[in-house]
């Protein structure tokens, strides 16, 4: 009886568990986050006063124009903000400051709305670390982030 019980037991086990592993992949499959909407890679995350701001950085002369190998401003910064009810923000004036310590003067820009998020390009070409300081003004709300990034 035992010698008959082991493998039917076995067989029941795998098969759930192989069913199961069927039934999360296909719930999966429509959350790839791969196939994400954002612009280039995200680097940095904060949270401000509830609202999360997630930054992206893409190098524009990694595209297939070889024109774009002298840019002034190769880099394209993307901050996609979510309010305190976690919902995406697309309305407000976003402006960045970036510094590098031997940099001057800093580099300024107004962020534009694209994508779903807010963007500007900026020169960190040479090596080292920036100071990014983003600010925002989204209706009453005034939030100011800090942070440091280095390009290797």
């Not at 524009?60 to 976690?86: E, G, S, T």
């Not at 779903?116 to 005034?142: C, E, N, P, W």
């Amino acid at each position: 009886m035992n010698s008959i019980l082991k493998p039917i037991i076995t067989i029941t086990f795998t098969a759930l568990l192989l069913t199961s592993a069927a039934f999360a992949g296909d719930d999966m499959k429509n959350h790839d986050m791969s196939s994400s909407d954002k612009i280039g890679d995200l680097f940095h995350e904060s949270i401000v006063d509830g609202y999360m701001l997630s930054y992206y950085l893409m190098d524009l002369r990694d595209q297939k124009d070889a024109d774009k190998k002298d840019m002034d401003k190769p880099h394209h910064i993307m901050v996609y903000i979510m309010d305190k009810d976690h919902k995406p923000v697309h309305e407000g004036k976003v402006g960045f400051m970036i510094k590098k310590d031997d940099m001057a003067p800093p580099q300024k820009a107004m962020a534009m709305y694209m994508s779903k998020g807010f963007g500007i390009t900026a020169d960190m070409k040479q090596k080292g670390v920036y100071s990014i300081t983003a600010k925002a003004l989204l209706g009453d709300a005034k939030l100011i982030d800090s942070f440091t990034y280095e390009m290797k």
